[in-house]
């Protein structure tokens, strides 16, 4: 155990920093959920990224990475969210899709998908729950069948995040007859593919964040299959493991979120109620204990081991975080906690009420809370399923 | 940066295990508590022998010169078995200090003596009386004595295993061993009751996942169903967002700044809750049994209770916490940073 970064990795941070200094736009972008043209401005800040060769830099060089390690990775991360750089608006793909790929495809598939996701050309959205498969996600009844080398797609996907703007999705199917985990296979699609009608559904904060997706006879070569056919639960299994092990959520969100928590308290605690200093300290001991964590992660992985059911500890670990932090600062805020960004009284420095909001979709996303703890009953304490 | 344990830690911890699992059995606890001792003498030996009291001693007081890291591993596995002998007070806290003090001291001829300490923070001490030396505290300076030179008033505990004592004391009557390091020792006595802390989580889970596989309600094993499930993970994502905390303050307590105080302070508060989260979900989900003598998950709850004031209160070591937050930078670039690279 050594909690010292090598000169190397002190290096390395130092060039992440002054890249960022000089490319992070001084203006936030409008949200890539909110409107096109903020969709396409964090698209244009991917390209600038790419232009770096910072798009994904756990990747090998070859599919568009610079071939570094997790510790690189979650120094990069830090750095990034500290520069306050723009959200990652193709983390579907990136965090989740690229991770599986790399797991699960071909070379010509990663060849062909991997480097136009880290530049951003291509943006990724998912397309896994339906109608009737939420958190039971093996209740999936849209269609794959292959006719040929293509194969025919039918169905009905909804809550697919970036789905509204984005180029590409990676959805879950089934061969027709087949029932739950079995028979499913994971096929991307163009979201302009002919025969994919794309219907925005806006979110509590009216941003339209996510959007349900009517496929019908949609033709897609078989190529775009990942992984073998009837192999799709399984790869699913994988990606939610990425998903809420130490990808979609750094730790350094959190810490950027806990030092501007800080900050708010020392502006605010003459006129607060005293006994909120304790959840100041808690956000930031929170967002320490995630960090920790992943770090601890990082490093054994590093030395072989692979994600297992752990990493829904994680994702309940932050999503309650983010809600504890979000909702101390409109404690601190008290009166303005309510006030939009726009309002001429509103607290400017950070959109606690905007994060708030977000926070409060970590609890259901990536898998429900509860579908975490079962999963952490039955597969880390073995206790039985039924 | 490298966040994993080595061969021979894991090594260590295994011994650990094994020699706890061994001699603090249910069993033992059992009979320890119906005759009262305060010592089970044929754990104690193995433990000795296997070189825990020595392992932070400096290699030139005869010891094995390892590490608080280390340490905190055994200490883990101690809270584990609920270990009703003072191994971290004493082998973690008192006999180092003692080593730097008085190194010639007769307490630290015999690696069976236990060495006991009493500071503000841990007023009661336990096992005193059988004590080879008790260091105390007064004004930042360090004093040694022995039983017979002391008062030593008995306070009961609700936890059975910790034989209390309140020790009222002469400086006139025990040798003065000057200014010590006080706050090495405080920060290595909150650190290992933080371990302790861990082990005493696990081992509250792990009860509760034995009995919910046993126990049948409505035609079926009690551990089928989500509300005990979620009662269970619940604790287990305490556990494990402990757990790195703690590993991480021991690597760096002997840095002795701003940051490694938090740090200490950090994994003794989140430890401890997760302790006492966990014991109190094991009564839970052990219903009536849970609350009965019989069944052991409250030595757990008891120890946890004991450990989460001792050594610093929860409201202490959140003000060094937010020492920390607000006299240093903090941020995603800080998590590992020092504070003389501050200075």
């Known amino acids: ?313 994680n994702k309940i670990f932050w999503s309650e975080l983010d809600i504890h932090l979000t909702q101390t600062a409109l404690s601190i805020l008290g009166t303005k906690a309510e006030l939009m960004h726009d309002a001429p009284d509103a607290y400017h420095a950070t959109d606690w009420i905007d994060d708030y909001i977000f926070a409060l979709a970590g609890p259901i996303y990536a898998g429900s809370n509860e579908i975490q703890r079962n999963i952490i009953a039955e597969r880390m304490l073995g206790l039985p399923r039924k | 940066m490298d966040f994993t344990l080595n061969d021979e830690q894991r090594m260590f911890a295994e011994t650990a295990q094994t020699l706890f699992a061994d001699t603090c059995t249910p069993d033992h606890w059992r009979k320890q508590m119906e005759t009262g001792d305060a010592r089970d003498d044929a754990r104690w030996q193995a433990i000795v022998e296997t070189g825990f009291t020595l392992l932070l001693l400096p290699e030139e007081a005869g010891g094995l010169g390892l590490t608080e890291l280390d340490f905190a591993l055994i200490a883990e596995r101690a809270g584990y078995v609920a270990l009703p002998e003072p191994l971290a007070e004493s082998a973690g806290v008192a006999a180092p200090m003692l080593a730097v003090l008085a190194p010639d001291h007769e307490a630290l001829a015999d690696p069976s003596t236990t060495i006991a300490i009493q500071h503000p923070s841990a007023p009661y001490v336990a096992d005193a009386d059988l004590a080879g030396a008790i260091l105390l505290y007064k004004d930042g300076e360090a004093y040694v004595a022995t039983p017979d030179q002391v008062a030593l008033t008995r306070e009961s505990s609700i936890d059975p295993f910790r034989r209390l004592f309140r020790i009222d004391w002469d400086p006139a009557n025990v040798t003065s061993l000057g200014k010590a390091d006080w706050d090495l020792a405080f920060d290595r006595a909150a650190l290992f009751c933080a371990a302790q802390g861990l082990g005493l989580a696990q081992r509250a889970v792990d009860m509760a996942v034995a009995y919910a596989q046993e126990r049948q309600q409505f035609g079926k094993a009690i551990s089928t169903y989500q509300a005990v499930k979620h009662h269970l993970a619940s604790a287990q994502v305490a556990i494990e967002f402990a757990r790195p905390v703690v590993m991480a303050a021991a690597a760096d307590v002997a840095r002795q700044d701003v940051q490694s105080r938090a740090r200490v302070s950090h994994a003794k508060l989140v430890a401890l809750e997760a302790a006492d989260k966990a014991a109190r979900a094991s009564i839970q989900v052990h219903g009536a049994m849970g609350y009965s003598w019989e069944v052991d998950v409250h030595l757990f709850l008891k120890r946890a209770l004991a450990l989460t004031q001792a050594w610093g209160t929860p409201a202490f070591h959140r003000s060094r916490i937010a020492t920390r937050i607000f006299t240093q930078p903090i941020g995603p670039d800080q998590t590992f940073a020092r504070e003389n690279e501050n200075a």
């Open chain 1, 1 to 313: 155990m050594d909690l010292t970064y090598t000169p190397e990795q002190q290096a390395f941070r130092a060039e992440v920093r002054a890249w960022l200094e000089a490319h992070v736009p001084s203006e936030p972008l409008e949200h890539f959920d909110a409107t096109r043209e903020g969709f396409e401005a964090h698209r244009e800040w991917e390209k600038t990224l790419k232009s770096g060769d910072w798009g994904m830099v756990t990747w090998p060089k070859e599919y568009g990475g610079r071939g570094l390690d997790l510790i690189q990775w979650l120094i990069f991360e830090e750095e990034y969210y500290r520069a306050g750089a723009p959200g990652r608006v193709n983390q579907n793909g990136i965090f989740l899709l690229g991770p599986t790929l790399m797991e699960f495809g071909t070379h010509e598939q990663k060849a062909r998908f991997l480097p136009k996701m880290a530049s951003g050309e291509e943006i990724w959205a998912q397309a896994w729950s339906e109608p009737m498969a939420g958190s039971d996600l093996a209740g999936v009844r849209s269609t794959a069948v292959l006719d040929g080398d293509e194969y025919v797609l039918n169905g009905h996907k909804i809550w697919s995040s970036r789905a509204v703007f984005a180029d590409w999705a990676f959805g879950l199917f089934r061969a027709p007859g087949s029932e739950r985990h079995h028979g499913m296979s994971l096929i991307f699609f163009p979201l302009d593919a002919p025969g994919v009608t794309v219907n925005a559904i806006k979110k509590i904060n009216g941003h339209v964040g996510f959007a349900e997706i009517f496929l019908e006879d949609v033709r897609v070569p078989a190529f775009n299959r990942l992984g073998d056919e009837g192999q799709g639960w399984h790869i699913c299994m994988a990606t939610a493991g990425f998903e809420r092990g130490l990808m979609l959520r750094s730790p350094a969100r959190y810490q950027v979120a806990a030092a501007k928590l800080a900050g708010l308290w020392q502006e605010y605690k003459d006129a607060v109620d005293p006994a909120l200093e304790a959840d100041v300290v808690r956000a930031h001991m929170n967002a320490e204990a995630y960090a920790l964590n992943i770090y601890q992660t990082a490093s054994r992985l590093m030395a072989g081991a692979k994600i297992g059911p752990e990493a829904s500890t």
